[in-house]
C-alpha cells in the first residue's frame, strides 16, 4: 500500500470530513469528488500569497481554505459554524474523519487538539494523520517530546508556538556532512551537522514577531512509533481522552501513519496496564531512536 492509500483506510468520499493544511497536495482532493473543508491558518489568497516564490508549491493547486484556524480546532470550528454551517457551532459531532499530513507535530497544544478532535468527530469517525519520525527528520537530534511538556501546554492554553519551542526547532536544523537532508536512509551521528546559527539578534527578531502578534511555524513535537503510543495512553490513563483508540499504526520510510477511531463508549487505561504499557513503549522508543542516531 503507499502512504496515501493507509491515510485515506477507512475514510468515505461521501462522508463529511475535514483535512488540515493541504496545501498543494491533498490527502481528499475536492477534485476527486472528496466531501471535505480545509482548514489552514490563512485565507487562500494569503496562502498562495505565502508560496508564490516556492519553487517546491505549485500555487494552482492550493487546495481553498474553507476554515481559518482560530486558536484551537473548537474555537475554529464554532467560527465557521457562526458564519457558514450552524452544525459546526457545537464543534461537537459534526465530522465524519479529520485528516491531516505532518500537522500534528506543530501542534502548540496537542492534548487540546485531540480533545476537540474526540468532541468533533461522530461516533465511530476516523483521525488519520502523517507525523515524522523524529530521528528521520531534519531536526534529528532534537529531543523526544515527553507527556509533560504537552501537560504544560494543556494548561497554559497555549495557542501557538512558544518562544522556546520556536527556538528549539531552529537551533536543531541539521543535515547530513555530504550536504544530503536526512530521511529514512541510515547515518552514523558523526554525518550530522547542525545548520543554523543562533544568536541575540535571532532573539530580537523572536519578540518582535510575538509584538506584531506573527504566527511563527515550528515543530513543537517530536516523536517516533513507540513514543507517540506512549503518549497517547499516558493521557488516556490521565482521563483527558476518553473514547479515542488506536486503530492503526504504520511506519513508512521517515514518516509513520496513525488511525485513530472514536469509540461509542468511554474508557480509559487501568493503572497497572498502563504501569506494564509504559514500560515496554518506553524500551521500544529508546531502541528505535538509538538504533536510528547510533548504528
Same mark, same amino acid.
Given at each position: 500500500?503507499?502512504?496515501?492509500?493507509?491515510?485515506?483506510?477507512?475514510?468515505?468520499?461521501?462522508?463529511?470530513?475535514?483535512?488540515?493544511?493541504?496545501?498543494?497536495? #491533498?490527502?481528499?482532493?475536492?477534485?476527486?469528488? =472528496?466531501?471535505?473543508?480545509?482548514?489552514?491558518?490563512?485565507?487562500?489568497?494569503?496562502?498562495?500569497?505565502?508560496?508564490?516564490?516556492? #519553487?517546491?508549491?505549485?500555487?494552482?493547486?492550493?487546495?481553498?481554505?474553507?476554515?481559518?484556524? %482560530?486558536?484551537?480546532?473548537?474555537?475554529?470550528?464554532?467560527?465557521?459554524?457562526?458564519?457558514?454551517?450552524?452544525?459546526?457551532?457545537?464543534?461537537?459531532?459534526?465530522? /465524519?474523519?479529520?485528516?491531516?499530513?505532518?500537522?500534528?507535530?506543530? $501542534?502548540?497544544?496537542?492534548?487540546?487538539?485531540?480533545?476537540? %478532535?474526540?468532541?468533533?468527530? &461522530?461516533? !465511530?469517525?476516523?483521525?488519520?494523520?502523517?507525523?515524522?519520525?523524529?530521528?528521520?527528520?531534519?531536526?534529528? =537530534?532534537?529531543?523526544?517530546?515527553?507527556?509533560?511538556?504537552?501537560? /504544560?501546554?494543556?494548561?497554559?492554553?497555549?495557542?501557538? #508556538?512558544?518562544?522556546?519551542?520556536?527556538?528549539? @526547532?531552529?537551533? !536543531?536544523?541539521?543535515?547530513?556532512?555530504?550536504?544530503? *537532508?536526512?530521511?529514512? $536512509?541510515?547515518?552514523?551521528?558523526?554525518?550530522?551537522?547542525?545548520? *543554523?546559527?543562533?544568536?541575540? !539578534?535571532?532573539?530580537?527578531?523572536?519578540?518582535?514577531?510575538?509584538?506584531? !502578534?506573527?504566527?511563527? /511555524?515550528?515543530?513543537?513535537?517530536?516523536?517516533? #512509533?513507540?513514543?507517540?503510543?506512549?503518549?497517547?495512553?499516558?493521557?488516556?490513563?490521565?482521563?483527558?481522552?476518553?473514547?479515542?483508540?488506536?486503530?492503526?499504526?504504520?511506519?513508512?520510510? *521517515?514518516?509513520?501513519?496513525?488511525?485513530?477511531?472514536?469509540?461509542?463508549?468511554?474508557? &480509559?487505561?487501568?493503572? @497497572?496496564?498502563?504501569?506494564?504499557?509504559?514500560?515496554?513503549? %518506553?524500551?521500544?522508543?529508546?531502541?528505535?531512536?538509538?538504533?536510528?542516531?547510533?548504528?
Amino acid at each position: 500500500m503507499e502512504r496515501i492509500d493507509y491515510l485515506q483506510s477507512n475514510l468515505h468520499k461521501q462522508s463529511l470530513g475535514l483535512e488540515i493544511g493541504p496545501l498543494h497536495s #491533498p490527502i481528499c482532493p475536492k477534485k476527486d469528488g =472528496w466531501k471535505v473543508l480545509t482548514m489552514d491558518i490563512l485565507p487562500t489568497s494569503l496562502v498562495k500569497k505565502s508560496y508564490e516564490n516556492d #519553487p517546491n508549491v505549485d500555487i494552482d493547486k492550493i487546495e481553498p481554505v474553507d476554515i481559518i484556524f %482560530s486558536g484551537t480546532l473548537s474555537k475554529s470550528l464554532r467560527n465557521y459554524g457562526l458564519y457558514h454551517n450552524e452544525d459546526f457551532i457545537e464543534s461537537k459531532n459534526c465530522l /465524519d474523519y479529520i485528516v491531516s499530513s505532518h500537522n500534528f507535530e506543530h $501542534q502548540p497544544n496537542p492534548i487540546q487538539f485531540l480533545i476537540d %478532535s474526540e468532541n468533533a468527530l &461522530r461516533n !465511530n469517525g476516523i483521525l488519520s494523520m502523517a507525523i515524522p519520525i523524529a530521528s528521520r527528520s531534519f531536526d534529528c =537530534w532534537k529531543p523526544l517530546t515527553n507527556t509533560g511538556e504537552w501537560i /504544560d501546554a494543556f494548561y497554559a492554553q497555549h495557542e501557538k #508556538p512558544t518562544y522556546g519551542s520556536i527556538f528549539e @526547532a531552529h537551533k !536543531n536544523m541539521a543535515y547530513l556532512a555530504n550536504g544530503e *537532508s536526512i530521511n529514512e $536512509q541510515s547515518y552514523g551521528i558523526n554525518k550530522i551537522k547542525l545548520s *543554523s546559527e543562533i544568536d541575540y !539578534n535571532y532573539l530580537e527578531c523572536l519578540c518582535e514577531f510575538n509584538r506584531q !502578534n506573527i504566527y511563527i /511555524d515550528a515543530h513543537v513535537s517530536k516523536f517516533n #512509533p513507540f513514543s507517540f503510543q506512549l503518549l497517547l495512553e499516558d493521557i488516556s490513563s490521565l482521563g483527558l481522552i476518553r473514547r479515542f483508540r488506536l486503530k492503526q499504526i504504520t511506519t513508512l520510510g *521517515s514518516e509513520f501513519i496513525v488511525s485513530m477511531i472514536k469509540s461509542e463508549i468511554e474508557g &480509559r487505561f487501568s493503572a @497497572a496496564s498502563a504501569k506494564d504499557r509504559r514500560t515496554y513503549l %518506553s524500551k521500544k522508543s529508546i531502541e528505535f531512536q538509538y538504533n536510528d542516531l547510533l548504528q
